[in-house]
């Protein structure tokens, strides 16, 4: 069992309470709701998402930082906060930790940190809408997100509806290969491109059922295998983008990027707030979409993982 009582971990009760009892846990990331949406999407997201895994028997954990603490499991006038502060407060991935907790200042965490405070609280399955990536140009900017290492050591499976096209998908796919990272598809074979449910590339293993998913996460932790899961989601037909819709707001966006200099922990930012505004919100209403549907299996993924810890 893992020491839950570290001085700069603060679990919610209830989430403690379920780690401890061996309960289905699913952590949630914090920088989809002061980075990713506007306010007030981001907080109804955020709060909707929680009912899901709640619907499913499951306990959500929402991760951030707060008070020098990495907290998991926040209360939703916590969530309120980070929504409206959004972009004021600190994107925090794994280099970030140690200087905002020392600060005590509020942190919203990455893909990368929700898995590290995931871990610590012993939560093993992760909902979000997407990941970051290897981004495009990348072999020039060197801009890979720090979310895939973290994949390749932190023993978390995360729940995402693919990756945006705002990012090189076959490099990323390399990438995750070199670093050990399996990437599952969710009922499909090909890994879905966030909006849209395909991107022409193929998953490495496809799975049917949340059963299938936990019987094989269980093995690879149980063999010691260290590292993450991408577990490739596609958005429900009934919600996906036209194609080209997507395409062609992806890749203005991206000019625009380039032609502002926007670099660094910016990129991300600015393409999901560009996109959002260039499909005049239709991106967003897929976004929430795919955000519930991957909370919805990770919770029943996270109920299925639990019968194995009993
Ligand atoms: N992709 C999305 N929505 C998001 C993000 C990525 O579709 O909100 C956020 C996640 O928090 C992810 C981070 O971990 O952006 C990646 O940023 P970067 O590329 O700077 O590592
Ligand atoms: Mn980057």
Redesign the pocket.
Known sequence: MKDLNNELIDLAPEVREAVESGKGVVAL?S??IA???PYPQNVETALEVEKIIRSEGAVPATVALMDGKFKVGLSSDEIDMLGKAGSDVI?C?RRDLPFVLARKIPGA????A?MIGAAIGGIKLFA??????V?RGAPATF?I???LEELARTDVAVVCAG??AILDLPLTLEYLETRGVPVVGFGTEELPA?YTRSSGLGVDYRVDSEAELAHALNIKWKLGLAGGVVIANPIPKEYSMEPEHVTDAIEQALDEMHEKGIK??E???FL?ARITELTEGSSLFS?IKLVHNNARVAARTAMELAKYES
Request: avoid cysteine; proline fraction near 3%; hydrophobic fraction near 25%.
């Open positions: 990331e920088t989809i980075h990713g949406m994107k991935s965490t990455t893909v990368a929700t979000t809408g997407g990941i970051g990536g981004h801009d997100s720090a979310d990756a945006k966030f660094g922990k990129s991300t930012p999901l976004n």
